[in-house]
């Protein structure tokens, strides 16, 4: 079945280092793809997403870029800051029509020290 | 801004021990949604709901799970029977449109504990 394997947690950086949170799907066909973040005492909120191979989604510096070739898609950014501190999530939609649910990955908790 | 609101954000309940956990979707969304997480592991999928009835559900939804939209405003999940392997965090989420290229609104998640 469809999974997500994403990048092992915690993750610690200094304000302004570069991120990469890693991740990778296992899907037939060409599933749609998503990043979804969840900030302290809030619900997970969508921050990103890619509807087909070699679309980058972006959002608040963060960007990720549908990779077919490798089945991946990988959150990046530049500079992060203090109130980048979340855990994120990758997921995926099968390309179904009929299918109604995200797969997720266990989710990447990041801590930006200032 | 509109938002998912989940109740209780923390229960704690004795094995066997019927649990109802509440959601209040965002009001003009058709689309709902259960998940959850146990410690450590993936947020799974565990049903999706669209006009008054279940349009698909996850092998972990048995029959000790029911969901229901009892007042047109809350959307419930129950646990007839709770197992220790119930303790996880639940979210409820909502949606505008069919899950396509859609996106879900979030809870901030209700965490059972089974002992």
């Known amino acids: 079945g469809d999974s997500v394997t994403q990048m092992e947690g915690p993750v610690t950086l200094s304000e302004e280092a570069f991120l990469t949170i890693n991740c990778t799907y296992t899907?037939?066909?060409?599933?749609?793809l998503f990043w979804y973040v969840q900030y302290p005492g809030e619900g997970l909120q969508l921050l990103l997403k890619a509807t087909k191979a070699d679309d980058k989604g972006s959002n608040k510096g963060f960007e990720a870029t549908y990779r077919k070739e490798t089945t991946s898609f990988h959150l990046e950014k530049g500079s992060v800051q203090v109130s980048d501190s979340a855990v994120y999530f990758c997921a995926l939609k099968a390309a179904n029509f009929g299918n109604e649910k995200l797969t997720f990955g266990t989710g990447t908790r990041l801590t930006i020290i200032p | 801004e509109p938002e998912v609101t989940q109740t209780p954000s923390h229960q704690v309940t004795q094995m066997g021990q019927e649990v109802i956990l509440r959601c209040v979707p965002i009001s003009n969304h058709l689309y709902f949604y259960w998940y959850r997480q146990i410690l450590g592991q993936k947020v799974e999928f565990l049903v999706s709901?669209?006009?008054?009835?279940?349009?698909?559900k996850s092998e972990i939804f048995d029959d000790q799970f029911s969901v229901e939209r009892p007042d047109g405003s809350n959307f419930t999940l129950k646990i007839r029977s709770t197992k220790l392997e119930d303790s996880a965090m639940y979210f409820c989420?909502?949606?505008?449109?069919?899950?396509?290229?859609?996106?879900?609104?979030f809870g901030e998640g209700s965490r059972l504990t089974v002992l």
């Open positions: 899907a037939t066909g060409y599933p749609s």
């Open positions: 709901f669209y006009n008054n009835e279940i349009s698909e």
């Open positions: 989420a909502s949606s505008e449109a069919k899950l396509l290229t859609g996106e879900l609104f």
